[in-house]
């Protein structure tokens, strides 16, 4: 079959969904992802056929786009900081927000030249810790997650892409009845975390793809207490930060001054609130006193 007979079906299919311009990036995703052509190959080769065997995965694809599965988890792999991650449902999709939280810290320790100790709390697939590891020159490097799910997909991540991550199991919620190991009961240069953020009351605005693929555990929060994640990262680090050491977060776009509060009130210093690039806040930094 022709490949741009294919991809006129792709439109035909799912354009009502998605849109054109989404429609076209999935489609070359997917062309390039399993069968390695580049996107501009129907420019080259508006007459290029391809065989049977590829026709099914490509139909495929096109099968669980149209019940609005993730092409990440079509694909099986997430592109972040210029790696790519394995990840499934298990564990949320990296987000370009969550690279410029990354590319915040590695902007911030560029010229460090004592060797880091940095612990991401909610490690997820491990997209954090093991970006840093790799950018971070002889960095020790921890991550801990409460899912063994997603532990084993991080696990995994850092054996494909050859980083040198510890993952721990442990719960950010009881943190003090796990400091008695040694991992967690040291000090650290730098914690970040992205942990769950996402209000129940904020479900109404998050697409269908998101709700129905990526794990409950990781994204949503109590309306009631929609920091308590927070409160247990921030108090961790209190107690466990290095004198001057950093603590970065993702946060909720809707609760950037709470979230300062809680550094306020944890006697943090230099307290920076970021905003991504679609100039949302999304980011808070504070130094330890």
Request: net charge negative; charged share 30%.
């Amino acid at each position: 079959m022709l490949l741009k007979e294919i991809k006129n079906i792709f439109h035909a299919e799912l354009d009502v969904i998605y849109g054109k311009e989404e429609v076209d990036s999935f489609f070359y995703l997917l062309i390039e992802h399993y069968f390695d052509l580049e996107r501009f190959i129907l420019a080259i080769q508006p007459e290029l056929v391809i065989d049977k065997a590829q026709e099914i995965v490509i139909f495929k694809a096109l099968s669980e786009l149209k019940l609005e599965k993730p092409i990440q988890h079509i694909m099986g792999t997430a592109h972040f900081m210029d790696l790519d991650f394995m990840v499934n449902k298990h564990v949320l999709i990296p987000r370009p927000e969550t690279e410029e939280l990354v590319r915040w810290v590695l902007d911030d320790f560029k010229t460090a030249t004592n060797a880091l100790t940095i612990l991401d709390m909610g490690t997820g697939s491990g997209c954090i810790p093991i970006s840093l590891d790799k950018n971070l020159t002889d960095a020790k490097v921890l991550g801990l997650d409460i899912s063994t799910d997603a532990l084993k997909v991080a696990e995994e991540n850092n054996r494909l892409l050859n980083a040198d991550v510890k993952f721990l199991h442990a719960d950010i919620l009881s943190l003090e009845k796990e400091t008695s190991t040694k991992e967690l009961n040291q000090k650290f240069d730098i914690v970040i975390s992205n942990p769950p953020y996402v209000r129940e009351l904020e479900k109404a605005e998050m697409q269908s793809n998101v709700i129905d693929h990526e794990p409950s555990l990781a994204l949503f929060v109590p309306d009631e207490d929609p920091l308590k994640f927070y409160s247990a990262v921030v108090n961790y680090a209190a107690e466990h930060l290095n004198e001057n050491g950093c603590l970065y977060l993702e946060i909720n776009q809707y609760l950037g001054e709470e979230t300062k509060h809680l550094l306020l009130d944890s006697n943090f210093k230099t307290i920076e609130l970021k905003k991504d690039m679609f100039g949302n806040d999304r980011m808070i930094k504070g130094i330890k006193k």
